[in-house]
T-cell receptor, first 114, second 114 residues
Framework: AQSVTQLGSHVSVSEGALVLLRCNYS??????LFWYVQYPNQGLQLLLK??????LVKGINGFEAEFKKSETSFHLTKPSAHMSDAAEYFC????????????FGQGTRLTINP | GAGVSQSPSNKVTEKGKDVELRCDPI?????LYWYRQSLGQGLEFLIY????????KSGLPSDRFSAERTGGSVSTLTIQRTQQEDSAVYLC????????????FGPGTRLTVL
């Protein structure tokens, strides 16, 4: 069975500082990996996805993530945090193929301090 | 509209009542998913529809939960004899097909069972 672990339910950084949100996955097949962001009272929006192409994936809003098979990790980073980045972030894994059921991590709430 | 829409946005019901939640996917999207987001369980897959194929119901938590998709478009999630533990945000997503296509999420329906 697939699973996702996000280390840290809450992360707080200063504006302009590096953002690092950690995600480790477990999958018996080559995974497809995703990061989604959820702003208050809104649905989820895709930030980026890994689908077995380049291991360094660039997404929207300056975010990127690196797939490291040896570490079973897919950490999300952004060099310089902006106040508008405050939201909840979810890492997800799927087996792909015909049924892209997503298995989500518990989420990490990102707070940006001025 | 261009996005996934869900109705109602909020639903308050009494324990034991039945509720219906509606999802209008993006036009032309053949796959539709329901997820549940709750404080205790995080984001969980419920059910998946793809075209005319039999739905994947593997995530439904009990036989009180059912869903249908009429005409390959609108979907209704029905919860019978609601319980307090059914209180959650129910999210719908649609995508062009399986594989690694992006799932577009609706804003969700917040269900509160008193």
């Amino acid at each position: 069975a697939q699973s996702v672990t996000q280390l840290g339910s809450h992360v707080s950084v200063s504006e302009g500082a590096l953002v690092l949100l950690r995600c480790n996955y477990s999958s018996s097949v080559p995974p497809y990996l995703f990061w989604y962001v959820q702003y208050p009272n809104q649905g989820l929006q895709l930030l980026l996805k890994y689908t077995s192409a380049a291991t360094l994936v660039k997404g929207i809003n300056g975010f990127e993530a690196e797939f490291k098979k040896s570490e079973t990790s897919f950490h999300l980073t952004k060099p310089s945090a902006h106040m508008s980045d405050a939201a909840e972030y979810f890492c997800a894994v799927s087996e792909g193929g015909g049924a892209q059921k997503l298995v989500f991590g518990q989420g990490t709430r990102l707070t940006i301090n001025p | 509209g261009a996005g996934v829409s869900q109705s109602p946005s909020n639903k308050v019901t009494e324990k034991g009542k039945d509720v219906e939640l509606r999802c209008d996917p993006i036009s032309g999207h053949t796959a539709l998913y329901w997820y549940r987001q709750s404080l205790g369980q995080g984001l969980e897959f419920l059910i998946y529809f793809q075209g005319n194929s039999a739905p994947d119901k593997s995530g439904l938590p009990s036989d009180r939960f059912s869903a249908e998709r009429t005409g390959g478009s609108v979907s209704t999630l029905t919860i019978q004899r609601t319980q307090q533990e059914d209180s959650a945000v129910y999210l719908c997503a649609s995508t062009r097909g399986g594989g690694y296509n992006e799932q577009f999420f609706g804003p969700g329906t917040r269900l509160t069972v008193l």
